[in-house]
């Protein structure tokens, strides 16, 4: 394999920020925070490379999370539980990860390959597993990207008392060294 090259990186929250930050709202996606999180964290890192949309180039989209979506899951649950309650449509549409992705890409015109993984181990918070960048350097090897947007994501679960309750996020934006 060959070693990486960082071009941008961004976090959720923002660890220079002075108190705290809100999610902005992402059209089209609700009951939420997972994927307006993921949304925000890959708008810092390609701004911080690229300034504003488009990006030039094929850049690959990688999202990984160990817990994936647990605010929707758990929507979609309690609306299937409850046969008085439609199920809104939109959380069928979110509950897929490559969801957010192909907005991230419409977005910002990105036209390589789009993936959403589960690591086989969990990352430390703030960090993006090795077997992302592995893959990273399979689609960058492949040739079918000149750069990946790699995210890792997860959601705070809200009900563990252990947990402080922030969502977290990391991307990193990854060439050929």
């Known amino acids: 394999m060959t ?7 961004a976090a959720w929250p923002d660890p220079e920020a002075r108190g705290p930050e809100q999610l902005p709202p992402l059209p089209g996606f609700s009951a939420s925070t997972f994927n307006p999180l993921v949304a925000e964290t890959a708008e810092r890192c390609l701004r ?15 999202l990984v999370s160990a817990g994936g979506d647990l605010a929707t899951a758990r929507a979609i649950e309690e609306a299937a539980a409850d046969t008085a309650r ?9 509950s897929n990860p490559n969801a957010v992705l192909g907005h991230i890409a419409a977005r910002w015109g990105l036209t390589g390959p789009v ?5 086989s181990q969990p990352p430390p918070p703030g960090r993006v597993p090795q077997d992302a960048l ?14 990946v947007l790699v995210i890792a994501a997860e959601q705070a679960e ?9 969502d977290r996020a ?8």
């Open 134 to 147: 592995d893959l990273a350097e399979l689609l960058l090897a492949d040739g079918d990207a000149d750069q």
């Open 86 to 94: 439609r199920m809104p449509p939109l959380l069928f549409f979110q």
């Open 48 to 62: 911080a490379r690229h300034g504003a949309a488009p990006a030039p180039g094929r850049t690959a989209l990688l």
């Open 115 to 119: 993936v959403a993984i589960c690591p």
């Open 158 to 166: 809200k009900t563990d008392e252990d947990a402080d309750g922030t």
């Open 170 to 177: 990391v991307a990193l934006l990854v060439a050929v060294a």
């Open 3 to 9: 070693a990486l090259r960082i071009l941008a990186e």
